[in-house]
């Protein structure tokens, strides 16, 4: 076979096996090994909410897409240029994500007659059967392989099949010209307890890599080129990270430690275990009972001062909506992190989604208006939790940060920021008044923020609660000033709007279809955009981070464009909410609630019909 | 922590039951046994300040939803009126953000025990120092009248109209349950024990349950009235102290003794027995045996316990906490966010 080395832009591989195959850790070890060679990256884990489904079948299939580039990479990418199968189910439910011209790698040691029956297919040729004949198939023993490669580890049997991953992340090395060094480190570092195991990995992953070279079966190798990066410091990061690490930033920033009560819940789960961690920066993470003892932990936590959050997904934020409710009416700051995923009730609990965009707005009893801002990219996580923070502390009131499980699973490599960047965060804390004694609901006539006296604070001794109060902080059910106190609590969070950046545009500031997006979406929105605009198409973007309150020039660019289209992974939710700020407008739109990412070029086809 | 001011030194300060009266007028029914409780907790508060040196600011009163959950804004401190069950997670999350301020949470038989059983068992079983004031009339008194979690069995209520077919709670049982360390309990119209106990609930570090027998005049009236009616009690209730004979009647002359593996009440001097024979209280064995019958005893068998019933040393919830941020922060690698930026895997483009 003549083989080519393929020099190419960007390149899109897609690992998939059973879930206990590996291949979430052979997919993030690729990722950084491609990194750190100076590629730009996008990953997307697609795995299922079973730890362990049976063995073999459809259910169990877990998968890995990374797209590397030698240019800008804003989305994982839509279909893959190679696809690795462990397995028969792996093959199966993925082989509808292979282009045309993709190389297929196979464990043909698990297609036998028992693995091809466990994964349903009615006839023993699952290519045939899959009618994907066309792409380059390659069968490789790979268990037997790494069985071979390893057989003087040592090692048993079980521990040595669990290498298999490795030694396909050998060949893959081999496709994509990655250097190992940095994969080995990762091995050393992780069986340091172990060096046999260390050893053993580092073998197969080499053996893999020889293999793959020898067997002349494996047509292209790619050379993707380090992309043109601006110059600084690098690391990879993952959206739920990103989220823990700007809460941080915003305690040191603030100089108020941090709290976190919170529950575990797929797919935020990882910004708890991940700010547990950080006791050394005098974070308090408390795993509560439920999500309600979540959200009231940190309201507690709020009104004793420090930096409080809650973190969950839409189930949380449906067992928290009184108690968000009340930190709303208390006016105390706190933070209320949402990892969005599929929905209703317990819905597709690790696939991603936008569809809790209503219950952010609406979703809790009273007139209680929230700060929505939304995450658009894993490592924008970190700006977007900051600057929630900020906002609430600054203004004291919740806000709600929407970010969903596509960002808070997915990584891409991130310029580390300096935090002599990032701006000072100045609560409004008093330590005495001219009043005595203390009215807690006297406001700032700026922001309309009350000020935060803290219990410990001689003098200022009040009380606070869900029952409406007048300014005093006396219990009042006075029609008139309910409604005052009402009106008061919404037009607060109504000015935050004079202290957020005013909305950009994306292209052309006017012309024929403006596209609209917010949060997750914006790689893909962006990627679509980009493509139509290189073929002279009159296209813009406007993505937005902040939900609730607009940006005060939103109503503006809408009327520079002939059309609006609004793509949300949901029924048309922040459509909806355009509808109701700005009905002047006509809004099209464009849908999908499959718990799975845009891919771009359904976007491109959607602007092309309205074009 | 640059906003914390250490607590002021309250050695030179003398405090009144009055400097912890707000100037909001108290709203409860006439007659209501949660004024009686209101006053004991007022009168405990300077005795609470002398004896464990502090000032009246790091007071924070928090509660839940219902009659007595109203309890904060008669508190001339820090105050949190909450949402309904949920005061045990506001008072944990105050208690863990700041240890140095002292958190009393005032709750019902209904926000306690029922919506806010969870949050409830959960304070006590990481043993969180707060201290959880149970005020429980059997009843729910503020929506006018239906069956709670502690109201008898066949009670009539409201939403009982033919007696109710549940098993009541008894509130001590679940805070030995839940491996609690302190558990008293008082009569609303006992002063001078309810005043007691809040001192020694302040005393203990852990979470500290004091349930308090409390009578609701509109819809359960007299429900404890068999062993709190003045005439009466004496000889109906047992107040236990650490170390002392369980002694108790109007003459002093009937105690409690073990008979198998039940405890049973006898007369001093008839059938030989002799005050050497009776059971002494320790309430410090952590040891749950003894103390689970002294919070199961009901007249008329026996006397209902009032006092300290448990009081057992164990770590703090917060002290934990506290003690490893300390320990994380001495052995520190990354001490500001930047050195956490760049921690891990990173690399150069130049």
């Known amino acids: ?611 | 922590m640059k906003f914390y001011k250490k607590p002021e030194n309250s050695k030179d300060m003398k405090y009144t039951p009055q400097d912890f009266k707000s100037d909001q007028e108290v709203k409860w029914c006439p007659g209501c046994g949660d004024h009686a409780i209101l006053a004991s907790i007022q009168r405990a508060m300077p005795d609470v300040c002398e004896s464990l040196n502090y000032t009246k600011e790091r007071f924070v009163f928090v509660s839940g939803i219902g009659c007595s959950s109203r309890f904060p804004y008669y508190m001339d401190t820090y105050g949190f009126h909450g949402i309904h069950g949920r005061a045990s997670a506001i008072a944990t999350g105050i208690k863990v953000a700041n240890p140095t301020l002292t958190v009393w949470q005032i709750t019902g038989d209904g926000d306690a025990l029922a919506i806010g059983g969870n949050h409830f068992i959960h304070a006590i079983r990481r043993n969180i120092d707060i201290n959880i004031i149970l005020f429980n009339n059997q009843i729910y008194g503020l929506t006018k009248g239906q069956y709670s979690p502690t109201s008898k069995l066949g009670m009539v209520t409201k939403t009982s109209p033919y007696g109710t077919v549940e098993h009541p709670f008894n509130p001590g049982a679940l805070v030995l349950g839940s491996r609690g360390t302190f558990f008293a309990r008082s009569l609303d119209v006992d002063l001078k024990v309810s005043q007691d106990i809040m001192v020694q609930s302040a005393k203990h570090d852990g979470a500290a349950v004091v349930e308090m027998l409390v009578n609701c005049i509109i819809f359960n009236d007299k429900t404890h009235s068999l062993v709190s009616s003045k005439d009466v009690r004496a000889d109906r209730t047992i107040v236990l102290k650490h170390g002392e004979p369980m002694i108790y009647g109007k003459n002093r002359d009937k105690g409690l003794i073990i008979d198998g593996y039940s405890i049973k009440s006898v007369v001093i001097g008839e059938n030989g027995i002799k005050e050497s024979d009776l059971l002494v209280h320790d309430a410090h064995t952590e040891n749950p045996g003894i103390h689970s019958m002294l919070i199961d005893m009901k007249y008329p068998e026996l006397p209902v316990a009032l006092g300290v019933i448990r009081a057992v040393k164990d770590k703090t919830y917060d002290d934990n906490v506290r003690d490893q941020v300390i320990d994380a922060r001495e052995h520190a690698q990354i001490h500001n966010v930047d050195e956490l930026l760049h921690s891990g895997a990173t690399w150069e483009v130049k």
């Open chain 1, 1 to 611: 076979m003549q083989h080519k080395v393929i020099d190419t832009k960007e390149v899109v591989i897609r690992f998939t096996g059973d879930s206990g195959d590996g291949m979430q850790l052979t997919g993030t070890l690729f990722a950084d090994a491609s990194a750190l060679y100076g590629n730009d990256i996008s990953t997307f884990p697609d795995f299922p909410s079973e730890i362990r489904a049976p063995q073999g079948t459809v259910a169990g299939v877990s998968g890995f897409q990374v797209n590397i580039g030698s240019g800008e990479i804003r989305t994982p990418g839509d279909f893959c240029d190679v696809l690795v199968a462990m397995n028969p189910a792996a093959l199966k439910s993925n082989a509808k994500w292979a282009k045309l011209t993709a190389t297929i790698i196979l464990d043909s040691d698990t297609f036998d007659e028992k693995g091809i029956k466990k994964a349903g297919f009615k006839t023993d040729d699952p290519v045939t059967e899959l009618k994907i004949q066309d792409r380059h198939i390659v069968f490789a023993p790979i268990t037997t392989l790494t069985k071979e490669s390893l057989k003087e580890s040592g090692l048993d049997p079980k521990t040595i099949a669990r290498s298999k991953n490795i030694f396909t992340l050998g060949i893959c090395y081999y496709m994509f010209n990655r250097p190992m060094d940095t994969t080995e480190e990762y091995l050393d570092n992780k069986f340091k307890k172990k060096p046999e195991i260390a050893a053993a990995n580092k073998k197969a992953l080499k053996d893999g890599f020889n293999y793959a070279t020898n067997i002349h079966a494996i047509p292209n190798t790619y050379r993707v080129a380090p992309a043109k990066q601006e110059k600084g410091t690098y690391r990879y990061i993952n959206g739920n990270q990103a989220t823990a690490w700007g809460l941080l930033a915003a305690s040191e920033k603030s100089g108020l430690p941090l709290f976190c009560g919170s529950y575990p819940i797929t797919p935020a789960t990882s910004i708890l275990e991940e700010l547990a961690l950080r006791k050394d920066l005098n974070v308090k993470t408390l795993q509560c009972e439920d999500e309600i003892a979540g959200i009231c932990t940190s309201i507690g936590a709020s009104y004793a001062g420090n930096l409080a959050v809650t973190t969950t997904s839409g189930p949380g934020i449906s067992l928290k909506s009184e108690a968000l409710g009340l930190a709303m009416i208390t006016e105390l700051p706190l933070v209320v992190v949402n990892v969005q995923r599929g929905g209703p009730s317990t819905g597709i609990p690790t696939k991603t989604e936008q569809t809790d965009l209503n219950q952010a707005l609406y979703g809790r009893n009273g007139e209680c208006p929230i700060a929505i801002i939304a995450a658009h990219s894993p490592s924008h996580c970190f700006d977007a939790a900051f600057y929630s923070a900020k906002f609430a502390l600054e203004h004291m009131m919740p806000v709600m940060l929407l970010s969903e499980g596509f960002l808070g699973n997915g990584s891409e490599p991130w310029k580390i920021p300096s935090m002599k960047d990032y701006p000072e965060i100045h609560p409004p804390i008093v330590t005495e008044v001219e009043e005595t004694p203390f009215w807690p609901f006297k406001r700032d006539q700026e922001k309309f923020a009350r000020r935060w006296a803290l219990p410990g604070t001689k003098g200022l001794e009040h009380r606070v609660g869900g029952l409406e109060k007048n300014p005093q902080g006396a219990v009042s059910s006075d029609p008139i000033n309910h409604e005052k106190m009402v009106a008061e609590r919404a037009e607060k969070v109504a000015r935050m709007a004079n202290y957020i950046p005013d909305q950009k545009v994306i292209g052309k500031e006017s012309g024929e279809v403006l596209v609209v997006g917010w949060g997750g979406t914006y790689g893909h929105l962006y990627t679509a955009v980009k493509e139509l605009q290189e073929e002279g198409k009159s296209v813009s973007l406007a993505h937005f981070d902040f939900i609730f309150p607009l940006p005060k020039n939103s109503c503006e660019i809408f009327s520079k464009f002939k059309k609006i289209i609004v793509c949300e992974l949901n029924s048309g939710q922040f459509a909806n909410y355009l509808k109701a700020q700005y009905c002047q407008y006509k809004y099209h739109q464009y849908n999908k609630i499959q718990g799975q990412p845009f891919i771009v070029k359904e976007i491109v086809e959607a602007v092309n019909e309205i074009l």
